[in-house]
T-cell receptor
Framework: AQSVTQLDSQVPVFEEAPVELRCNYS??????LFWYVQYPNQGLQLLLK??????LVKGINGFEAEFNKSQTSFHLRKPSVHISDTAEYFC???????????FGGGTRLMVKP | GAVVSQHPSWVICKSGTSVKIECRSL??????MFWYRQFPKQSLMLMAT?????????EQGVEKDKFLINHASLTLSTLTVTSAHPEDSSFYIC??????????????FGPGTRLTVT
């Protein structure tokens, strides 16, 4: 079985400040890791993914994430946020025989002017 | 990139009626499609997995007779909510997995359907 924990349900931050959204996972097998963004009343858009190789992954909209196997973490970062980054962010993991995606509870990023 | 569409984007129906939601993969073939349900300010909960040409696999606690899933082709899956009740009001999101066998087996998500049962 696998699980994903997003440690913060809400993260308020001022515009142009850096932000980190935390994600920890548990799995008994090797995993693929994903971050998705969801704007209000919309589906999910893939921000970035880790499949293998370099542990630092760069995605769209200036986001990046670092895979840390020893700490089973995949935290999402952005050095300078914009108002338009206000959205819900979901961390997800895929692993195991069924290759099912398991989502974390989500983190609401609120960027204030 | 791969595109998944859903129709309708929102629907209001009366209690006791049925409503059908379509999910299409527009530019790729999807042997597997997933249906999720999302309540306000909550995460996505997998309802069922459907494979083209076979019966859907439902997650524990999901009523298969209430949420009918059909995956008749490699580009179309439908979710029918039968005898809808207000508690079925939710945001339904479908996802399709590219069947070409890329290592990531990436899933692509539709824009969602907002169902309101009055």
């Amino acid at each position: 079985a696998q699980s994903v924990t997003q440690l913060d349900s809400q993260v308020p931050v001022f515009e142009e400040a850096p932000v980190e959204l935390r994600c920890n996972y548990s799995s008994s097998v090797s995993v693929y890791l994903f971050w998705y963004v969801q704007y209000p009343n919309q589906g999910l858009q893939l921000l970035l993914k880790y499949l293998s190789g370099s542990t630092l992954v760069k995605g769209i909209n200036g986001f990046e994430a670092e895979f840390n196997k020893s700490q089973t973490s995949f935290h999402l970062r952005k050095p300078s946020v914009h108002i338009s980054d206000t959205a819900e962010y979901f961390c997800a993991v895929r692993g195991g025989a069924g290759n099912m995606l398991t989502f974390g509870g989500g983190t609401r990023l609120m960027v204030k002017p | 990139g791969a595109v998944v569409s859903q129709h309708p984007s929102w629907v209001i129906c009366k209690s006791g009626t049925s409503v059908k939601i379509e999910c299409r993969s527009l530019d790729f073939q999807a042997t597997t499609m997933f249906w999720y349900r999302q309540f306000p300010k909550q995460s996505l909960m997998l309802m069922a997995t459907s494979n083209e040409g076979s019966k859907a696999t439902y997650e524990q606690g999901v009523e298969k007779d209430k949420f009918l899933i059909n995956h008749a082709s490699l580009t179309l899956s439908t979710l029918t909510v039968t005898s809808a009740h207000p508690e079925d009001s939710s945001f339904y999101i479908c996802s399709a997995r590219d069947s070409l066998g890329t290592p990531s087996y990436e899933q692509y998500f539709g824009p969602g359907t907002r169902l309101t049962v009055t």
